[in-house]
């Protein structure tokens, strides 16, 4: 009987502790890049200001639980988002992104592609090579192993961008 208590104890403590995501990153959701309307993304904005780029709650990808049939990291006849190589503190050599540049586009076994855009500019640290062997981690934990991107922002643009996207409850109101 202790023991069955001891670990319902310890289930709640659990229940009542944030995670990871929660302690140290700021979410935000972006729904248009400029003027043009986009599926929703999720950008969580780290402490360190390193982003990483995910698929929000409501992206169709995810609200309707596809099947994802490939994941294609060309996004042009010169760029490959995968051949991105980065070196030391200040990232030299990561991608220069805009917040209107494709990190990939994500083909569905039902026909649909959808673009995945970066949401801020900065340069592009890494694609999540693990989506590549297991996409499903892009339905099952979007916020953290099915992360697509990190990008690092300037530092001088991080509050602008947080400014100019959504709150979790702005986007719950946005959704509704």
């Given at each position: 009987m202790h023991i069955n208590t001891s670990i319902e104890n310890s289930i709640e403590?659990?229940?009542?502790?944030?995670?990871?995501?929660?302690r140290y990153?700021?979410?935000?959701?972006c729904t248009k890049v400029g003027e043009q309307d986009i599926e929703h993304h999720c950008v969580m904005f780290h402490s360190?200001?390193?982003?990483?780029?995910?698929?929000?709650?409501?992206?169709?990808?995810i609200k309707h639980q596809k099947s994802i049939k490939s994941i294609d990291c060309q996004?042009?006849?010169?760029?490959?988002?995968?051949?991105?190589?980065?070196?030391?503190?200040?990232?030299k050599g990561g991608q220069h992104l805009e917040p209107n540049s494709i990190l990939c586009?994500?083909?569905?076994?039902?026909?649909?592609?959808?673009?995945?855009?970066?949401?801020?500019?900065?340069?592009?640290v890494e694609i999540n090579d693990n989506l590549s062997t297991d996409s499903s981690l892009l339905l099952t934990k979007?916020?953290?192993?099915?992360?697509?991107?990190?990008?690092?922002p300037q530092l001088s643009s991080i509050d602008k961008y947080k400014?100019?996207?959504?709150?979790?409850?702005?986007y719950q109101d946005f959704i509704k």
């Open positions: 403590l659990l229940n009542e502790y944030p995670s990871v995501v929660e990153f700021t979410l935000r959701y360190n200001r390193i982003c990483l780029i995910s698929l929000a709650d409501e992206h169709p990808i996004v042009s006849t010169k760029v490959n988002r995968l051949d991105n190589k980065v070196s030391g503190k200040g990232k586009k994500i083909e569905c076994e039902d026909g649909s592609v959808y673009n995945i855009y970066s949401c801020i500019k900065g340069k592009l979007p916020k953290s192993d099915g992360f697509i991107a990190i990008v690092l400014d100019e996207m959504l709150s979790l409850e702005q």
